[in-house]
């Protein structure tokens, strides 16, 4: 027993870490150490003999047991200090800068010509993206046998419903909400599907803004005073809008909106085609029928509405040629737009 205490003591001097401790332990102090082993024999030993064999047994387990528990202290110590000294950081080392995201420009765009309305006095709506056919299309004077409907090539889900084609079955929405009140002064920004091919200036997928005025006495000059305020706040203080005879089914009369030339101030370029003008939206008084359609009594009422692409006044407002580009999540063009949120 005291050689196999003075072993035990000896060997754990030579013991630095947790594994190799656990070892020893298992070694001199477990089920199969030779302490063990003569505590199992005891019952062969007379009675005057098992009292010194246990004395001395205990004595030498005492004496391995203590001598564990400060190498135990002392290794947890030693891995505490080593972890300590692997995880120490240079506290004046500069901090690595993160990089930083911004909006999208096309959001931006969005909030700005929503910032431009409400500050007229308008409210922002939303809608559904799967409408009826009711709604997209003979609420706002366009039923199933109208030519019309050849302009939008639909995503149909079923004979009834489909994905919207423009924000305009809103028009109708918002005025069965508000009916009889007026004046209604909205706009609906969201997401429309055509089955179009993508190409620089077409995609499948694109947003729309579209706006709506119902009050009793509402004009074309109305329509083309907030058209020119808007025009000018989008695109700089000398900008000049004008208006161009034109059709769609749920106004009457109709026109399309043009503004001076961004690239050349109206001279003549490759842009605009040396005409000066930009198509930028289509707009018009709202058809009577659209009117009586909602709820409003159309010879007492009149309105006005207008859809614009916001992806048109991004490309125009930053010199973006290909609409494509605007899905593309490229960074590089993406970082060309970060601005202080």
């Known amino acids: 027993m005291e050689a196999a205490k003075r072993e035990g003591l000896d060997s754990l001097d030579a013991v630095t870490d947790a594994r190799a401790l656990d070892d020893w332990r298992v070694t001199y102090l477990g089920k199969k150490s030779p302490l063990t082993q003569v505590s199992r024999q005891m019952g062969g030993l007379s009675a005057e003999e ?8 205990n004595e030498a387990r005492a004496a391995l047991q203590e001598a564990f528990d400060a190498k135990h202290e002392a290794v947890e110590e030693a891995a505490l200090a080593a972890r300590l ?3 120490t950081i240079d506290v004046t080392l500069p901090g690595r800068k993160r990089p930083r995201g911004a909006m999208h420009p096309l959001m931006q765009v969005i909030e700005e010509i929503e910032d431009v309305f409400l500050g007229m006095g308008f409210t922002i709506a939303e809608g559904p993206e799967v409408e009826t056919d009711t709604y997209n299309f003979e609420m706002l004077n366009i039923p199933k046998d109208h030519p019309a409907r050849d302009m939008q090539d639909t995503f149909y889900l079923t004979e009834e419903l489909l994905l919207r084609t423009h924000t305009s079955p809103m028009q109708v929405r918002t005025m069965e909400q508000m009916r009889p009140n007026a004046p209604v002064k909205v706009i609906v920004p969201g997401r429309v599907y055509r089955r179009d091919e993508d190409d620089a ?5 694109f ?24 025009a000018r706040a989008i695109f700089g203080p000398d900008q000049a ?11 009457e009369p109709s026109a399309e909106v043009d503004v001076r030339c961004i690239t050349c ?9 040396d005409t000066g003008w930009i198509e930028i939206l289509g707009s018009g008084m709202v058809h009577p029928n659209v009117l009586d359609a909602a709820g409003y009594d159309s010879k007492r009422f009149s309105g006005f509405a207008f859809g614009m692409g916001p992806e048109r006044i991004a490309m125009l407002k930053y010199g973006i040629d290909d609409i494509r580009l605007l899905y593309q999540n490229d ?10 949120m």
């Open 265 to 273: 101030g109206g001279k003549g370029c490759r842009v605009c085609k």
């Open 85 to 87: 000294a692997a995880e």
């Open 241 to 251: 809008v004008r208006l161009r005879p034109s059709f769609f089914p749920f106004t």
């Open 50 to 57: 098992r009292p010194v064999v246990g004395g001395w047994v």
């Open 201 to 205: 200036t077409h995609s499948h997928a």
């Open 331 to 340: 960074l590089r063009l993406l970082k060309q737009f970060t601005r202080v």
């Open 207 to 230: 947003t729309q803004i579209e706006g709506l005025v119902v009050d009793e006495g509402i004009r074309m000059s109305d329509l083309k005073g907030i058209l020119e305020q808007f």
